[in-house]
């Protein structure tokens, strides 16, 4: 096993409140205001997420397809309806059952009619569930770089497909900047609305517990159904068992699991009945069609479980070491090295590091905390401090949060999903640091061309970044 740290010198910037609003939302608007598709930040057009700044990395910007995007709706028949448990005096000898609705947008490689425009409106919510005072339900809108219900483009082949699993709360347009981007470099995206967890919904945590990684299993399944039936715009177009899950925050902790990642004995009380006994390790089979995982600050370590005020006898906090030994699928980690929810040394570090069996990187933002992974602030967030706090990082521009995950996960999931292996060049970057753990120097003490410049960042611009390698033991 080896380990090949690259640190690059900080970075700090002042979030761009201008970027960060976003834009009316008038659908008589849109097609006025939308630009062309591979349009970068210019005072000529509207910014939208995920646009590529002048300096944004060589894999950020937006590919050669065009983007379409539909709305459907799963269902997963008689599961354990774990939110109406937990609101249940006594508790319930017998678990009570239900059907668990899920939401999914579907962002897939589209071909334009004349005139079709890739701009539409997406429809999302702020807050944290029903009755929350302090964060009630506001729902907002913002705009997307794609085109609502356009005709799917198959002349790729089948695209491998990328499930995205939001945080609690979240929605399935937290992200909407990368599913965008990656789907327009030959990539079928499905982002899920997870119930009971949404800023809508949001109930019991022990459902999210519960559900994340059997919702990710229900949408994988679903997906495959409608790509292998005769009729249906996903008919033919998604290659399933070729497969990444993308999840961020209470999202990664349900991909680590999905990859895999058992639970220990000591958390199975966190969900009534036991019902996490079915997620450790030799009682589910980690999926074959999956060949990739995507963890952005993943809940779920030793440091994420003490700050809810629980001290497990546990490590690493939902997992022990053969939990984590048990992910084989390779992974990519992204965190930020301050983060104050899932925690960074004795959190997604360490979980990092004992993934022993998986062929994995880390990418680390210096002076994030934990909202490394989505959209810049929504406009409606501007006012409210709390809502701002949920998207926002205090030290770091958004859209160059974006354009950093663009870079990173399209080369990780190029390499991963569709071989290219000249897509891993951009992962094994230069090591410009000596023995001592200083920076190498010139003779006159300035810094070496290398520690500020990684291969597909423009020259002076590899800053703030921290980049980790481990080989599969």
């Known amino acids: 096993m080896s380990s090949s740290p690259v640190r690059a010198r900080l970075l700090t910037l002042t979030s761009l409140l201008a970027l960060a609003a976003g834009l009316p939302a008038s659908s008589s608007t849109l097609a006025q205001m939308a630009p062309a598709t591979n349009a970068a930040v210019s005072a000529a057009g509207p910014i939208y997420p995920g646009d590529a700044r002048p300096d944004a ?87 997307g770089r794609a085109a609502r219900n356009a005709a799917p483009d198959a002349k790729g082949g089948k695209y491998p497909l990328v499930i995205f699993s939001h945080g609690y709360p979240g929605s399935r347009y ?34 999210t517990l519960l559900n994340r990684a059997q919702d990710d299993q229900a949408v994988l399944d679903g997906v495959a159904a409608l790509s292998a039936a005769g009729s249906g715009f996903l008919s033919g177009l998604v290659d399933a068992g070729n497969t990444a899950l993308l999840g961020y925050s209470m999202g990664g902790y349900g991909a680590l699991n999905f990859a895999g990642g058992g639970y220990a004995d000591q958390v199975l009380g966190f969900v009534p009945g036991g019902a996490l006994k079915a997620r450790q390790n030799g009682n589910f089979n980690v999926d074959p069609r999956l060949k990739a995982v995507v963890a952005f600050a993943p809940w779920g370590g030793d440091a994420a479980v003490r700050a809810i005020g629980v001290n497990t006898a546990a490590k690493f906090g939902f997992w022990d070491a053969a939990g984590l030994s048990n992910i084989k699928v390779p992974t990519l980690f992204l965190v930020g090295d301050q983060d ?30 934990h909202n490394a992974a989505p959209n810049p602030p929504p406009a409606a967030s501007l006012g409210l401090p709390n809502e701002y706090d949920h998207y926002a990082e205090a030290a770091w521009d958004m859209q160059r949060l974006n354009n950093l995950n663009q870079h990173f996960v399209t080369a990780f999931l190029n390499y991963r999903l569709k071989g290219d292996v000249a897509a891993a060049g951009y992962l094994n970057v230069p090591t410009p640091v000596a023995q001592d753990g200083k920076y190498s120097r010139n003779a006159d003490g300035t810094p070496k061309a290398d520690d500020t410049y990684w291969k597909g960042f423009p020259n002076r611009t590899a800053l703030g970044i921290e980049l980790y390698h481990m080989n599969a033991k």
């Open 340 to 369: 104050d929810v899932s925690g960074y040394a004795g959190g997604v570090k360490s979980l990092f590091e004992n993934a022993v069996n998986s062929d994995r990187y880390m990418v680390v933002y210096q002076n994030a905390r």
């Open 57 to 143: 990395p060589a894999l950020a910007p937006r590919g050669q397809y065009s983007v379409g995007v539909r709305t459907i709706s799963l269902v997963r028949k008689d599961v354990l309806d774990i939110a109406r448990a937990a609101t249940m005096t006594p508790a319930p000898e017998t678990l009570p059952r239900s059907d668990r609705p899920l939401t999914i947008e579907i962002w897939y490689p589209a071909s334009l009619s004349a005139g079709q425009v890739q701009s539409t409106v997406y429809k999302d919510a702020l807050g944290s569930g029903p009755g929350d005072a302090k964060r009630p339900v506001l729902p907002f809108t913002f705009m």
């Open 174 to 207: 937290l992200m909407s900047y990368l599913a965008e981007n990656l789907v327009s470099k030959g990539y079928v995206v499905a982002a899920i609305d997870h119930t009971d967890s949404t800023h809508a919904d949001k109930a019991a945590f022990s459902s």
